[in-house]
């Protein structure tokens, strides 16, 4: 088994006939994941059907079924010629549309296997269960970039090229390296491809877009609905529908109709991994500030508590006085202060109390707001406390 890099981090990869085996150390999973990861691992239009199995050493063996007539794209460029290569560089672009979905490549030319105009990835990240997490858009970049000039032209390595292309002196690679944007890397193989065989219809980026809105993000899609099967064993079948919707949802960042889908069932009955699903998506349609949320988001993933998460569902649906309770239960002066302020700003809301019951309640709950915002350390918000 040898070593790749995807500029970030590393993996144990090894190819025998139709079988690829990706390997990740301890720290590069979640166990407690292994549900969500199941969900990520069935063969759509550009990803290849996948296995994750852990190993009695802590290491997470991933296992891909490379369908017959596809070939690593480190092979394929060997034989290639240069006008396909470009071409295949174009289509390659497509990768990053997954800066905008669930689900990250690992990105490395063993990884990405070709069959003619066709690519399929192997090994990709699940957020916060399994490696590789998601990079910013400018560490995204250099990693394609390194793998178009890598496509299209192979005598140099992959690797090297993601902190290296400024070094590089060939004409074409120094335009490569300057490009700022998918656009500008889409222009400059559009017109590598029309020097090289002088074709008029070179990939117009309308038809990028388009299949750059369109296949992605069914490809998504279908990666949730068919993968949740897998981890729902004993679930019964509308049930199971009904987390499927959510995470088709989740999938594309439609946190709205995440929630909906599973807006009337009971969050213990559901595993962690779609407890969290819900937890995330009330959270971020929550009425809290970007870094308030990103916050909060850090300190959660699929193996926090139940109570944690069951926290931030009864929070997002109203549950003001269950949601208390947990926080209680948990001791988190900062969850409950915040439970607190949610029953505060409720009960001034609802016109349907008794005056003198409304004001009693007021009276406790701003009590309580300016206890536990002591303890927290922080200064009781005149608006919501008075």
Do not use: C
Not at 85 to 96: D, E, F, G, P
Not at 294 to 316: A, D
Not at 317 to 324: C, H, S
């Amino acid at each position: 088994m040898k070593n790749i890099s995807d500029g970030f981090i590393k993996v144990g990869f090894e190819q025998a006939n139709n079988q690829l085996t990706v390997t990740l150390s301890p720290d590069q999973y979640d166990p407690d994941g292994l549900g969500l990861i199941s969900a990520f691992m069935q063969p759509t239009t550009v990803l290849l059907a996948g296995s994750a199995t852990s190993q009695a050493s802590g290491e997470l063996a991933t296992v891909y079924t490379v369908p017959e007539g596809f070939v690593a794209l480190s092979q394929f460029v060997k034989h290639a010629g240069l006008a396909d290569r470009i071409a295949l560089s174009l289509r390659l672009l497509h990768l990053a549309d997954f800066q905008q979905q669930s689900l990250t490549p690992f990105m490395h030319p063993d990884n990405i296997f070709v069959n003619g105009n066709d690519f399929r990835v192997a090994h990709r990240g699940v957020p916060k269960v399994m490696a590789p997490a998601q990079p910013n858009e400018a560490d995204f970049l250099k990693q394609l970039k390194a793998m178009v000039v890598a496509t299209v032209l192979p005598k140099y390595h992959f690797e090297p090229l993601i902190e290296g292309l400024d070094q590089i002196r060939d004409r074409f690679v120094r335009k490569i390296a300057e490009a700022q944007t998918i656009d500008d890397l889409t222009d400059l193989l559009n017109q590598a491809y029309r020097d090289n065989t002088k074709d008029i219809t070179p990939v117009a980026k309308s038809r990028y877009r388009t299949f750059k809105w369109l296949g992605i993000v069914m490809t998504t899609l279908a990666v949730i609905a068919v993968g949740g099967v897998i981890y729902l064993t004993g679930v019964t079948l509308p049930k199971q529908n009904r987390v499927i919707a959510s995470q088709n949802a989740y999938a594309i960042h439609d946190y709205t109709d995440t929630v909906q889908a599973l807006k009337n069932d009971d969050p213990k009955t559901l595993s962690n991994s779609t407890r969290y699903v819900l937890a995330t998506s009330y959270i971020n349609l929550d009425n809290l500030s970007q870094k308030q949320k990103s916050g909060i988001l850090s300190n959660l993933s699929p193996k926090s508590s139940e109570n944690n998460l069951l926290y931030w569902i009864y929070t997002g649906r109203g549950d003001f006085k269950a949601a208390l309770n947990l926080a209680q239960g948990i001791g988190d002066n900062q969850l409950i202060l915040y439970a607190y302020t949610k029953l505060y700003d409720a009960t001034k809301a609802n016109n349907n109390l008794d005056g003198a019951k409304k004001q009693q309640l007021l009276k406790t709950y701003g009590d309580n707001i300016t206890k536990y915002d002591k303890k927290v350390g922080g200064k009781a918000n005149a608006n919501t406390a008075q």
